[in-house]
């Protein structure tokens, strides 16, 4: 008996450091695991894996294109000499040593910066932003669909400059345009109309108009925020265009938004494998989604507040006389 609890201390140490290991190799998949059937939900990277290298660059679409996403979201910027970046901001001092408007910088001022911003930035020295051209040949490389935000500041009459990079291109049939300005879309459909163009909407001052727009100048879907509710979401499907959805980090929403019909997913760490990131990065997420709750938690009451009110004035309305 004493020779059994000697060695007890020494088998319950053990278990502890094996279950991590077993855990993660029992974690079942995405589908497997919230109920949604394999091929049927598009998982798109945002900006690349981002959870896993820095946004917008190489590494990140590299990373997304080893875990088996379908497609991988960029964001296009154009420099002072015509050629398009791939940064989400304007100006590179979010994501770059340095300051200025990517703009007013040429492509050579661009490549003497370094990114110094982004998760497991320290395991990427001397970074550098990358050009639409190399972002297409990785996603060509890893049979990535690339999914390309051209960001609403840009210029309606530089787009054409896009459109010929897509079209000189054999993959052309796996792109997707994404833009928040209908001025480009418009053009962008008219210039490539072999090539998808979605209608980037908020969860902001939306409507049905905004569906109108996309349905009747014949864009081929919107890529919808992730706040917006159960309604207008089902409104965008019924519509019949293709939905696409921005941007979702936890099953919960990603299996309403496949039990609401959208058929692509644009996520930061939503895969197969555990999330990677970084403390700050991963409290922002658990935030959002939790801000993300208490919308909806307001949006029931209200309209529980509506069904109340609504019939107790109806019925205290004074009688009209006909």
């Not at 896009?162 to 079209?167: G, T």
């Amino acid at each position: 008996m004493k020779k059994i609890l000697s060695v007890l201390p020494a088998a319950l140490l053990l278990l502890c450091c094996a279950l991590p290991a077993f855990a993660a190799h029992l974690t079942p998949s995405v589908y497997e695991s919230y109920k949604i059937p394999a091929g049927s939900m598009r998982m798109i990277a945002h900006a690349g894996y981002s959870a896993v290298a820095p946004e917008n660059t190489l590494p990140a679409y590299v990373a997304a294109g080893e875990s088996d996403f379908w497609g991988a979201e960029c964001d296009i910027q154009r420099t002072k000499d015509g050629r398009w970046i791939l940064i989400h901001n304007d100006t590179v001092d979010k994501m770059t040593d340095g300051t200025g408007k990517v703009a007013d910088m040429t492509y050579a001022e661009l490549m003497e910066l370094n990114v110094d911003s982004g998760n497991n930035i320290e395991n990427y020295p001397n970074l550098k932003l990358a050009t639409l051209e190399e972002y297409l040949d990785v996603c060509k490389e890893y049979g990535l669909h690339p999914i390309i935000e051209i960001k609403d500041n840009a210029d309606p009459d530089t787009v054409h400059e896009v459109a010929d990079i897509l079209l000189a291109r054999e993959e052309k049939d796996m792109f997707y345009i994404i833009c928040f300005g209908r001025e480009i879309c418009l053009k962008m459909k008219t210039l490539a109309p072999e090539i998808p163009v979605y209608y980037l909407i908020s969860y902001e001052d939306v409507s049905q108009e905004d569906i109108d727009f996309a349905v009747n100048n014949h864009l081929d879907g919107m890529d919808i925020h992730v706040y917006l509710p159960d309604d207008y979401v089902r409104a965008v499907v019924k519509s019949g265009l293709d939905v696409f959805v921005w941007t979702i980090d936890d099953f919960d929403n990603a299996e309403r938004f496949y039990s609401l019909g959208v058929n692509a997913i644009t996520t930061n760490s939503l895969t197969q494998e555990a999330p990677e990131g970084s403390f700050w990065q991963q409290l922002i997420w658990n935030l959002r989604d939790r801000f993300y709750q208490v919308i909806q938690c307001f949006r029931a009451f209200g309209d529980r507040l509506r069904q109340i009110v609504i019939p107790a004035s109806i019925l205290a309305a004074p009688a009209v006389q006909v």
